[in-house]
């Protein structure tokens, strides 16, 4: 499933819980993955529901950027631009 960013992180977030509440009312999470360009929307999924898979597709952050970023337990997949990160296309921490 794909979030999309909001004008705010609050938006950002009220959506996010909004969403994961409505998947797992559903009883849909062994079925369920998220993807955003937005790095708000990946870090509250991960807060919320830190067992769904997270990719955040936006590619200004380097492997090095989004290791700084991981917090306990965060599987993230990320996809790099061939054109700001030539040569690399997914990176799994």
């Given at each position: 499933?794909?979030?999309?960013?909001?004008?705010?992180?609050?938006?950002?977030?009220e959506i996010t819980q909004k969403t994961i509440k409505m998947i797992k009312d559903m009883k849909l999470e062994s079925q369920s993955e998220f993807i955003s360009f937005s790095l708000n929307i990946c870090k509250e999924i991960k807060k919320i529901a830190p067992a769904f898979k997270v990719q955040y597709l936006n590619g200004e952050l380097s492997?090095?950027?989004i290791k700084k970023k991981v917090l306990m337990g965060w599987?993230?997949?990320?996809?790099?631009?061939?054109?700001?990160?030539p040569g690399l296309l997914k990176l799994k921490l």
């Open positions: 499933m794909e979030i999309k960013p909001a004008k705010t992180p609050e938006i950002e977030n492997p090095e950027q599987i993230i997949t990320t996809v790099f631009s061939r054109k700001t990160q």
